[in-house]
């Protein structure tokens, strides 16, 4: 089991149970440090990822990496598979990118246990979706959502998919495009806020070394091929 620090003398709490069986699952590296500042890097943690989902059959409905950390709508799935689905992705994922750097033995990839909030009604479902997948957009990395090579949105726009992702066909659709894109109203303004603050505990002071802005995602290419 992946055990990136212990907090001393604190047990653990049980993690919550999601009443729909959806969870969005946050995790992120240590002192916020930059996990992928490479296209290779990012392809490197999707290849993770797809392995553990298809080990574990976990469903996937969304996500986003990001430079320091990743968000996963998974579901529907009960508590325990999702502990073992993430659990292996983040100690594998962590070994690997150890071994690449040349730094193993050298302290934790990621902050500790990953972050996950269960969804407690189907129709925060949507709401969430719309979250994860704008959240390049929502920190000015790009002029819209599905420019983010690294997320599902993109990913939906590609013909042979690299990560399994659950078949929802108004995720596929325009009006999601749109919907995604949308300016937010005050309300949803602040829903995303508190989704966030609740996700991330608290931003980084600063920005790392990612281009301020990205070339759109063309129809129909595949944002994880290589870029020689």
Known sequence: MFDQHKEANMPRRPRTSAATGFYHVVNRSVRKEPLFTQPR???????????????????????????????LLVGPLGKQGLSRVIQWVTATHAVRWHKFKGT??????YQGRFNSTPLDDIGSVVPMSRYVERNAKSAGLVERAEDWPWCSLAQRRVGNPRVPLEAAEFLSSVTWLDYVNATLTRREAIREAQTRNQAMRARPKKRSSVPKRLKPVEKGSDPLKDDE
């Open 41 to 71: 890097d990012y392809r490197a943690f999707l290849a993770v990822l797809k392995a553990g989902l298809e080990r574990y059959n976990a469903p996937l409905v969304a996500y986003c990496v990001m430079n320091n950390h990743w968000h």
């Open 104 to 109: 193993t033995g050298q302290g934790p990839v």
